[in-house]
């Protein structure tokens, strides 16, 4: 089964940076576009950033310049390097693909950060 597992939140403060990775398996990765969604809390959950497996990347006007979002398909992995970080930003992040019309998603992990 397609599982995704989400790493690199933490607690960091306004300005500075922290990279998010999230590793993929049961699925052949390099053929689906992956993204990466946030919830803050009372929130509803909202698309951040998402990069096509021809590594077409979208992002979000909020994190336009200030976000990256990379993938690695020799490791099943895709990335999103945060910089300039915001209090705004302070939300659980959670990976996303979809396949065959089912949608998947990592368990999240929590970036704060602090002003």
């Known amino acids: 089964q397609v599982q995704l597992v989400e790493s690199g939140g933490g607690l960091v403060q306004a300005g500075g940076s922290l990279r998010l990775s999230c590793a993929a398996s049961?699925?052949?990765?390099?053929?689906?576009?992956m993204a990466w969604y946030r919830q803050a809390p009372g929130k509803q959950r909202e698309l951040v950033a998402k990069?096509?497996?021809?590594?077409?990347?979208t992002y979000i006007n909020s994190v336009k310049g200030r976000f990256t979002i990379s993938r690695d398909n020799a490791k099943n992995t895709v990335y999103l390097q945060m910089d300039s970080l915001k209090s705004e930003d302070t939300a659980v992040y959670y990976c996303?693909?979809?396949?065959?019309?089912?949608?998947?998603w990592g368990q999240g992990t929590q970036v704060t950060v602090s002003s």
């Open positions: 049961g699925i052949t990765f390099r053929l689906y576009a």
């Open positions: 990069i096509a497996s021809d590594l077409t990347p």
């Open positions: 996303n693909t979809m396949r065959w019309g089912n949608i998947y």
